[in-house]
Nanobody
Framework: VQLQASGGGLVQAGGSLRLSCEAS????????MAWYRQAPGKQRELVAT???????IYADSVKGRFTISRDNARRTLYLQMNSLIPEDTAVYYC???????WGQGTQVTVSS
């Protein structure tokens, strides 16, 4: 199993980024997927999840600003992040829930 995350970078507050996570080694369309993040000195926290049906759940801190989506044909998970704030600065990880499958992380830095 591989989860390859990309799309992070440096952006000014108020800007946008889109993260991608390409999956391989399992039946992507049948699995719930998730994005987590970990800021310096803090525990890893859930950002959003998307079920195989497409239903979504968001952390309160990102509701209305972030959108999780998936393209089963491309076996790819996305996280569209808008209206970014400095508190969103973290390493973002894609994850296949209920497994030990984690992506390598992609750094997102939001400057004020």
């Amino acid at each position: 199993v591989q989860l390859q995350a990309s799309g992070g970078g440096l952006v000014q507050a108020g800007g946008s980024l889109r993260l991608s996570c390409e999956a391989s080694g399992f039946i992507f369309k049948l699995n719930q997927m998730a994005w987590y993040r970990q800021a310096p000195g803090k525990q890893r926290e859930l950002v959003a999840t998307i079920a195989s049906t497409g239903s979504t759940i968001y952390a309160d801190s990102v509701k209305g600003r972030f959108t999780i989506s998936r393209d089963n044909a491309r076996r790819t998970l996305y996280l569209q992040m808008n209206s970014l704030i400095p508190e969103d600065t973290a390493v973002y990880y894609c994850h296949r829930p209920n497994t030990s499958n984690w992506g390598q992380g992609t750094q997102v830095t939001v400057s004020s």
